[in-house]
């Protein structure tokens, strides 16, 4: 019932209460790049007593709709159960620690990160950004092969050295003080690669909200970051009355298609979005 796609979810989600717990042993005083080891077993029973004493309705609120009013009740009851029974904790605690994952300091804040290194000493650095709600380990299934040889379409051999960082607040990242903004994230990463890594050049790709400090690196540390790779662009397109104020006509059927589906989000589909954006603070003391 529940895939590659689905373990990953639980891990991450699972990150995020076992990272309070396990994040203190990664604080530091010196700018040094140090080892780190992810040991959850600090924070499992806390979180298997909060799974314990979630109690789920005996019976679905509205039967018959299906996930249109929320996710489905057998579906939490398939979540609960894996999380309880069924998720391997040794073993996702042995594949997170495959990996070679590192601490160091950058303006106050522990920065969490994978540093795995190609065998080709003309790899060319990359940073993965991963987004939200998530964590590193949504590339942990793909590191390997990055760093692997390949060849372009061109014939030119290629490889990658990766480095994964947490973002700040996630995993075993430290948070970030209040009005942290994305440039601040953009210029921490900036500092990690070039001044605690050495690499003079590097690209970058990000997903869903790492896509954010990705473009900000990019646009602000161009000499630096020599490409960017983004899964989408972290700023929303011109509405029908900015396009007929700056003169412009959408030529194609797409492109008009694309327009009407991202004013129709904006009207009916980004509340929660804009909840998070602007009342996050009462959002979650309201819970």
């Known amino acids: 019932m529940y895939g590659l796609t689905t373990r990953k979810a639980l891990l991450a989600v699972s990150l995020v209460l076992l990272a309070a717990s396990t994040a203190?042993?990664?604080h530091h005083n010196s700018t040094a790049v140090r080892p780190f080891r992810i040991d959850p077993s600090v924070g499992l029973s806390h979180m298997y007593n909060l799974l314990r004493q979630s109690h789920l309705p005996k019976e679905e609120e509205y039967p018959g709709v299906a996930d249109t009013a929320g996710i489905d009740l057998d579906v939490l009851r398939g979540l609960q159960d894996q999380w309880l029974g069924k998720f391997d904790w040794k073993w996702e605690e042995a594949?997170?620690?495959s990996f070679k994952h590192f601490t160091t300091e950058i303006e106050g804040l522990t920065v969490h990160f994978?540093?795995?290194?190609?065998?080709?000493?003309?790899?060319?650095p990359v940073i993965l950004n991963h987004g939200w709600p998530g964590s590193f380990s949504e590339f942990t299934?793909?590191?390997?092969?990055?760093?692997?040889?390949?060849v372009t379409s061109t014939g030119k051999p290629i490889s990658l050295h990766v480095i994964v960082p947490s973002l700040p607040g996630f995993a075993f990242s430290s948070k970030p003080p209040a009005?942290?903004?994305?440039?601040?994230?953009?210029r921490i990463q900036h500092t990690l690669m070039v001044d605690v890594l050495g690499?003079?050049?590097?690209?970058?790709?990000?997903?869903?909200?790492?896509?954010?400090?990705s473009y900000t690196l990019y646009a602000n540390y161009s000499d630096a970051t020599r490409a960017a790779h983004l899964t989408f662009l972290p700023f929303l397109p011109y509405s029908s009355a900015q396009l007929a104020a700056a003169d412009i006509t959408l030529d194609s059927a797409l492109q008009r298609d694309e327009q009407q589906r991202t004013e129709q989000w904006s009207a009916t589909g980004n509340a929660y979005y804009l909840e998070q954006l602007t009342k996050a603070s009462q959002s979650s003391t309201s819970r």
């Open 95 to 97: 594949e997170m620690n």
């Open 199 to 213: 690499y003079g050049q590097f690209a970058v790709h990000g997903t869903d909200w790492g896509c954010a400090p």
């Open 179 to 186: 009005n942290w903004t994305v440039e601040d994230t953009a």
């Open 24 to 26: 203190a042993h990664a």
């Open 141 to 150: 299934p793909i590191i390997k092969d990055l760093t692997s040889s390949a």
């Open 114 to 124: 994978i540093h795995e290194l190609s065998s080709d000493p003309d790899a060319i």
